[in-house]
């Protein structure tokens, strides 16, 4: 029985068309700036979003809590959302490397509104407190279940950091999923945000990588930042590739995943021990099995069929569609569905 795994989109592996493409990479020692296929994917996605530059980063936490070092001085303040994975899941980098204090705010599936920077921000003039310095946004969602924000809001959210001195992130590691489903462009990010990051290896099916993208000023701090965490990469190319292959054939096929974590979704929902799913918008399916059932019970029913799921503490259940998940996979998770 093939497994069927939805732990995560990171699960992926690189095709056979992906390592052929990898493999044929012209390469060279990118810390020297001499590896023109780390280049070419960087002038790719700097164009793609109509900025000035972009840097390949080894994992989506090193691009992040570089572009937080890079907006913060030690003491400030940073401003996300209760659930962000810059705050939950990096290894509370953000404390550790930059030396900040985190600001969290509540909000519906891992977003927010412009109106609670206000209560967020603190007064610049007070002595006491930690100064506001960056606000940080992640679209899509992770732990609010591949939610995409609404681009009007994050206008707001842009003007009101304008009006206020604060430097705004994205954490855009499932950026492509949110454009895929909402039929928006790279350029309408990159027009808002001061720094965003990309997962190439989650969504898109690279084996390893993620971008920062900035301006020309931002992206020389971020190669000085990343070089002393011990992210220069020699030979980086043939990673990079992956990355190019997967911007050019996987972007558009993201739509696949949506759709397919729609049918899960109304599996679950006729499904006898699940309580609540959440609103499925991207490849995230977020759900909830009845009091009466322990969630590893649950888990482990679905492992016995080679099903993997994962556990988000809390109750909280997610099954996570990806480019290794074909039809015929889904429908054997809807008929084991349907018999419990
Ligand atoms: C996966 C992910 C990252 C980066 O994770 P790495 O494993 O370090 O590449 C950042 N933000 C979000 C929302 C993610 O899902």
């Avoid at 959302?81 to 705050?87: C, L, T």
């Avoid at 699940?274 to 609103?279: A, D, F, H």
Wanted: charged share 25%; hydrophobic share 40%.
């Amino acid at each position: 029985m093939e497994q069927i795994n939805l732990s995560s989109d990171t699960v992926t592996k690189p095709t056979t068309e992906m390592l052929e493409f990898m493999m044929s990479a012209e390469v060279g020692d990118d810390v020297m700036r001499a590896d023109p296929t780390v280049i070419a994917l960087e002038n790719k996605l700097a164009g793609m979003f109509k900025r000035e530059a972009a840097l390949f980063f080894p994992t989506g936490t090193m691009a992040n809590q570089s572009a937080i070092k890079i907006h913060t001085q030690p003491g400030d303040q940073f401003i996300c959302h209760e659930w962000a994975h810059v705050f939950n899941f990096e290894g509370g980098a953000a404390a550790w490397l930059s030396s900040i204090s985190s600001r969290l705010i509540k909000g519906d599936r891992g977003m927010y509104s412009a109106d609670q920077l206000k209560d967020a921000l603190n007064d610049p003039d007070d002595v006491h407190l930690p100064l506001s310095k960056l606000v940080a946004v992640e679209n899509t969602t992770n732990k609010g279940g591949g939610a995409c924000w609404d681009i009007e809001e994050l206008r707001r959210v842009r003007t009101f950091c304008s009006q206020h001195d604060l430097r705004l992130h994205l954490d855009g590691a499932r950026l492509f999923n949110a454009l895929v489903r909402r039929g928006e462009t790279p350029d309408m990010y990159g027009e808002i945000f001061d720094t965003i990051s990309i997962c190439l290896s989650k969504g898109l099916g690279a084996p390893v990588g993620s971008v920062l993208i900035g301006s020309n000023d931002v992206i020389n701090r971020a190669r000085r930042i990343r070089k002393a965490l011990g992210g220069g990469m020699r030979q980086a190319g043939y990673l990079a590739a992956a990355g190019i292959f997967a911007l050019d054939n996987n972007v558009e096929r993201l739509k696949v995943d949506h759709e397919h974590a729609q049918q899960l979704a109304i599996a679950l929902e006729a499904c006898n021990v699940v309580e609540r799913v959440e609103t499925v918008e991207t490849n995230i399916v977020i759900f909830y099995i009845d009091k009466q059932y322990r969630e590893e019970e649950f888990i482990n029913m679905l492992e016995k069929e080679n099903i993997i799921i994962s556990n988000m503490g809390n109750g909280k259940l997610r099954m996570v569609t990806h480019l290794d998940i074909t039809s015929e996979m889904i429908e054997r998770v809807e008929d084991v569905l349907k018999k419990l």
